[in-house]
């Protein structure tokens, strides 16, 4: 049964039309800054770019490695890379490039993985990007950034260009709804935004599963259960000092993301969480925790919100969760 | 050194002198280190040192320079070969060198940007050509002069992403790219042709939209006149596929397998620089 997320009115857009428009904005005021597409343009809503600034796009046909490869040379020599491929092909086949070209050698290149984790849906599998935390996790000097809305995206979006290191941005297909209808947040890589305050239980959660997330507190609310929603926008660096704060109020942290259980945002929390030192006790944190997010399998067959719902990535299966975790 | 400037050119005998300097010093830092790509930086000494002191605009005051000339050595594991020439260039003093692969060196057994004077760190194969089509790119967009060389292995011409590079650098009629291929001919494993074959290798760049020239590899004069003609064909990129001798110029190593990776002992490293010494006697007898 597919449940429809309601969508605020307000004109909001799927993520990575905000990123296409936002990139659009920053190259009419700098030339150097510069998208690299792998036959991608179009899915990565780039055609308007394209025809604005031919000069600032290169195409390197479906040849990922050479994009990323390419991406490095042009960061080398000052330019502001974005390299726009879906996550699925960017992030496993050009891994190598990413690691040594980027990363290794420190270029400024934003690497962009759109349509990311089972955005694609039905088309299955090898569309589907559920490794993207876990291996770059590993990669030493890359920002892990998942906005989860228009505006965390455009902010997103300008950071990185303006970083001068390297960055993934990684974005889904859905119209993505305003997570706050006033937003005076502030947006920096590595701090944690608080969407909801609560004291009875957190939770953490990143890209299009924060707007879940905030759904199932609501649900969670009219129980009386008071939840923290966080939109943990960064893996990496994570924020620990937000986490760590988490913990010391709440007595059960659910994390929720759209990546495998394994090596994404809940084990980076999990990871945290096993080596806190509790200062009364001495020992480690003793609330309860759960992972959210797909299972060590290749996915059932269906669309992104049908994917979600299978696995309880909605506001009922995510309330769920935290119910049996209260309730231990 | 500016490119183009003849007042600071070597001669041709002074070049050959510098290989057979260069030589004796990647040998003794082989030792050394007891570690070390032998064969492969052997048969590149000729090409890197006609690069470094004939052809590229750069510098250690230029390194800096957005219009310098880039070189990136995409067969990183022959990084000895690099470091000599780079010390011989002012990049860092040479004594350096002593701490080769040594613990918390900033000389490791590949290419690194920690070093000065190198572009980019490399060592998995196959990266070397994707960047500098990046490099190149940005020079057009830019409206640079700058030229962007690769010096490639024929060992890791099987890797896909090469191939990638080749199709855009030609799409993109990058002229100011130029990839030298070390054709030595042996791999780890055995005989290149064995292993892998790349040939006839001329007709794959040919058909991939490049311009070919084939050089001896360890003939400077040779080289010098490829790299003085280049670009070979306005609106292609240049290859040249350079014919070399794996272990070039230790009579014992040459064309042998066992000095891909060989360290030699404290015997043959004697014998080597008794050799290259021979040669260097016979070069100084030689009119320029």
Redesign the interface.
Known sequence: MAEQIHIEPGGDKPNQDVFAETLQRLAASDRNV?A?TSDSRGSGKLVPFGKQFP??I?E??I?E??L????????????KVFAVSPACFLTARSL??IK??IC???HPVTVVGISAGVSYGALGSTHHSLHDFAVLRAINNITIVAPADNFETEKATELAAASGTPVYLRFGKKIMPALKAKNNDSFVFGKGRIITEGNDVAIIANGETVYPAVQAGALLKEQNIEATVVSMHTIKPLDTVLIESLARKCKAIVTVEEHSIYGGLGEAVASFLMQLKSPSTGGVWGGSFKIIGIPDEYTVTGSQIEIFNHYGISKEGIASEVLKLIQQ | MVNGSNAFKMTSKELKLKSVEYRKKILKYILQAKAGHTGGSLSATDILNVLYNDVLNVSPENFAS?DRD?YVQSKGHCVEALFVVLADQGFFPEEELNTLCKYQSHYIGHPT?KVKGV??????L??G???????????K??NKAYRVFTLMGDGELPE??NW??A??AA?YKLDNLCAIIDKNSLQITAATSDVMNTDPLDEKWKAFGWAVKEVNGNDIEELRTAFNSLPFEKGKPSVIIAHTTKGKGVSFMENELKWHHGVPSKEQYEQAMEELDAERINLERLSN
């Not at chain 1, 990323?68 to 000052?78: D, I, K, Y």
């Not at chain 2, 572009?119 to 998995?124: F, K, L």
């Open positions: 510069i690299v000069q600032q290169v390197v046909g040849a490695q050479n990323v490869g390419v991406a490095a040379g042009l960061g080398s020599c000052g330019k190598e490039q040594n070209d290794y050698s420190n | 957005p880039r940007r572009e980019q760190n490399t060592g998995a196959g990266h050509l994707p960047i500098c089509v990046g490099t190149a790119i940005a020079a967009l830019d896909g992403s990638e590079a199709l855009s799409h």
